[in-house]
């Protein structure tokens, strides 16, 4: 313990989640409300590392099939085409528009992925009460949260084309099970980067158990 | 909350949170989304179905991943991967079957590529000029499974569940015939030829064929099949008479197949009976010849025109044919004769009997030393010899006719040779010119220099002959002549007295001043004068008409 307290908490004050305001707990055990915009009070979000780990877990199970299944089925003339992401992606590189490509890799293949990697390295220095870069690791906290609101681009895009794309008995587009998965992924992403508590970052160097 | 922060008799919170249960709601997800994604994977892997490996000799229009397999239109796998087999040979196309067909890749299944086909039987395929090619099936009758296939290079002409039987027919050739061509029953289509190949001797061409269900049951033990193909066109009493079977059939080739009526027993057959493809509906329905004799003949003239298959004929009845034209030496006396084996099937003979001897002809006939002695008697007290005819005229063709000739040498037949050699008689043009040549002969034997001695004899009395007529005429010489120039004097004097006649006529008539000319001449001149004057005259009348009336006026 510093001389300087670290964090509200161990000042034995709390800040309101939605308000900021910085406020006294009603008492030791039941921190109470928030007295300007009456949201509920907490040390620590309940069971904030459970809650990021089940989701962050989930969002990885939904990833494999995600990839794996095709997203989009193309049928021309009586024959269908099935496209997975990475399969789009190697069409587009094989045909030359390279940039594309890599907007497409990163946007549905990395970004994704990159979440989860960075909510699982969050969560386990969190657990390990690491010490050091917590400012990078608050920043990386709030790139994800940010990232997140963008990830659907993919399903838009998807939804779109299948609208758009019914030329009957031509040509028609269908959404493939994997856009499902990867509409999965992206929510569970951005649902696990709201349960994950920041604060907790700060936590490790005071050694408060608010798990 | 206000009362809150006064009272302070409330309990004090701890900081250690409640014992709560340790394991939270929210793992529902994770759960969730695992046994959705698990679920789905082992649909994957249960749907999963074999995959097989087609060899084709070229893969036209198949590609990785477009290219389905299908079964009755419905797809049942699909092409992952077209590469070249190791020996750069064929073409490996791998398939990912789908598991509903698992049980249908079978070791007797069928693969092959479907492209549109335009045959003289029918065009088909159409389809996939949209579609593309894609790859057929037929399933197979096998439990064995089986991953690597040969792929058709023809689509199989029928389908497994086309109701049916199979046959086999072995022909001599195979004609017009190929793969589709139709088979006909009462000019019906009723089944089709399926597959061809060289028999393993090489003699003869086993052609495999179906026919369809409701007219398999026509073919039993006594079912003949024939070539149908192209106009079968006979010229009888009756006109002529052309058959064919359809245009198609003309095209592309055809079999036909019936049972005659003339036979009574006939028996169900199995699948995959062989029968004999005969050339054309009548060599079908011959009789069968159960009764076939060899004989062998020696001609001493040339076999020109004779051809293996021409016909024997007994008084001008067909009862057998050709077998062999060749040559036989005798090395002892150098003689080489033409050699001339015939097969005589008796039966057809017995057949032209009449009713009654058509029994008691069968019943010889089944014994063979009926046969013999009919045939002896027949040789040796009838005359019965061969001779070589002139079918035809103009092409040459020869055939052999067996005839009887009573006035023929006597000859014996020797039933131990084999085969038997039935005596013959010089052809009837070799028999023209053998008169011709005892002609000659005779006329070369004639006594040519008596003849002459003869002729010589005959001269010399001519000779006297002519001078004895000479003689004649010299005395007719000196007797008449004298008389004659008598009789000419006096015909001269005759002429001159009528010479003078004529000259005092002249001098009357058309001498230069003969009388009578003078006054014919006067006259003459006044009928002239009279006509000038009448022209003068009617000159004036047309000018002066008037003068008719007036007379004529003076100027």
């Given amino acids: 313990m510093s001389a300087i307290p670290a964090t509200a908490a161990e000042a034995g004050l709390l800040s309101c989640e939605y308000c900021h305001l910085l406020a006294r707990p009603a008492g030791a055990g039941e921190p109470g409300f928030c007295p300007r915009c009456g949201a509920e009070l907490s040390w620590r979000r309940h069971h904030s590392i459970q809650y990021t780990w089940a989701l962050v877990i989930a969002a990885a199970i939904c990833y494999i099939p995600a990839n794996a299944l095709p997203v989009l089925n193309t049928t021309t003339l009586g024959s269908t085409d099935s496209d997975t992401i990475i399969g789009g992606v190697v069409f587009l590189y094989t045909s030359g528009s390279w940039p594309l490509a890599l907007v497409v890799l990163i946007a549905s293949v990395m970004v994704p992925l990159g979440k989860l990697v960075a909510l699982a390295y969050l969560l386990i220095t969190v657990q390990k009460r690491s010490l050091g870069s917590n400012r990078e690791r608050t920043r990386l906290y709030r790139i994800v949260e940010f990232v997140g609101r963008w990830s659907m681009l993919d399903v838009f895009v998807d939804t779109f084309t299948v609208a758009l794309v019914q030329l009957s008995p031509l040509m028609s587009v269908d959404p493939g099970p994997g856009v499902l998965f990867f509409a999965a992924v992206v929510v569970l992403t951005m649902f696990a980067a709201e349960s994950f508590d920041p604060r907790l970052i700060w936590d490790s160097n005071a050694g408060n158990e608010h798990g | ?555």
């Fill in chain 2, 1 to 555: 909350m206000a009362e809150r922060t006064d009272s302070d008799n409330f309990p004090q919170a701890t900081l250690v949170p409640q014992k709560r249960r340790r394991i939270s709601i929210v793992w529902i997800v994770p759960l969730f989304a695992a046994v959705v994604a698990i679920g789905i994977a082992i649909q994957r892997i249960m749907s999963e179905g074999p995959t097989i490996t087609i060899v084709f000799r070229a893969a036209q229009g198949v590609e990785a991943g477009k290219t389905f397999i299908k079964y009755k239109d419905v797809n049942i796998g699909q092409v992952t991967k077209v590469q070249l087999a190791s020996d750069y040979a064929k073409v490996e196309v791998t398939v990912k079957m789908d598991k509903s067909a698992a049980g249908l890749i079978v070791e007797d299944a069928k693969f092959w590529v479907v492209e549109p086909r335009v045959t003289l039987s029918g065009v088909s395929g159409l389809s996939t000029l949209l579609s593309g090619n894609y790859i057929g099936f037929e399933v197979g009758k096998s439990d064995k499974k089986q991953r690597k296939f040969t792929g058709l290079e023809t689509p199989p002409a029928i389908t497994s569940e086309q109701a049916g039987r199979h046959f086999a027919l072995k022909a001599e050739s195979l004609g017009s015939v190929g793969i589709g061509s139709p088979i006909y029953y009462r000019r019906l289509q009723a089944g089709q030829v399926i597959a061809y190949n060289l028999a393993p001797d090489g003699k003869s061409v086993d052609i495999k064929i179906f026919v369809n269900a409701p007219y398999d049951k026509y073919v039993n033990s006594e079912t003949r099949f024939w070539n149908a193909s192209g106009l079968d066109v006979s010229v009888g009493a009756g006109g002529v008479d052309v058959r064919m079977q359809s245009l198609v059939a003309l095209l592309a080739g055809g079999l036909a197949f019936d049972t005659p009526n003339v036979v009574s027993k006939s028996e169900p057959v199995t699948a995959n009976a062989v029968f004999t493809l005969y050339p054309d509906q009548t060599a079908a329905f011959k009789q069968p010849d159960t009764i076939a004799a060899r004989y062998v003949l020696y001609f001493n003239e040339s076999l020109r025109g004779l051809s293996v298959g021409a016909p024997v004929t007994l008084l001008g009845l067909p009862g057998g044919e050709v077998t062999d034209v060749g040559l036989d030496l005798d090395p002892k006396t150098m003689r080489v004769r033409g050699r001339v084996e015939i097969t005589s099937y008796p039966e057809r003979l017995v057949a032209h009997l009449n009713e009654k001897q058509l029994a008691a002809g069968r019943a010889m006939l089944r014994s063979g030393q009926e046969r013999h002695a009919l045939m002896q008697g027949l040789v040796e007290r009838r005359g019965l010899r061969a001779q070589l005819r002139s079918g035809n005229l103009v092409t040459g063709q020869l055939f052999i006719a067996l005839d009887f000739y009573p006035d023929a040498a006597k000859a014996k037949i020797d039933w131990s040779r084999d085969p038997v050699e039935i005596p013959v008689v010089p052809s009837t043009v070799q028999d023209l010119e053998t008169k011709i040549t005892g002609i000659v002969a005779k006329l070369d034997k004639l006594p040519y220099e008596a003849i002459g001695t003869d002729v010589t004899k005959v001269l010399v009395t001519l000779n006297q002959t002519l001078q004895d007529a000479s003689k004649a005429v010299n005395r007719i010489d000196a007797d008449v002549t004298p008389e004659l120039k008598m009789i000419v004097g006096e015909l001269r004097g005759t002429i001159s007295s009528a010479d003078g006649v004529l000259k005092s006529t002249d001098a009357t008539l058309v001498g230069k001043d003969a009388p009578a000319q003078q006054d014919l001449r006067d006259a003459l001149q006044e009928i002239a004068r009279t006509a000038r004057s009448l022209r003068v005259l009617t000159d004036y009348l047309e000018r002066h008409p008037e003068a008719l009336i007036r007379g004529k006026v003076e100027e």
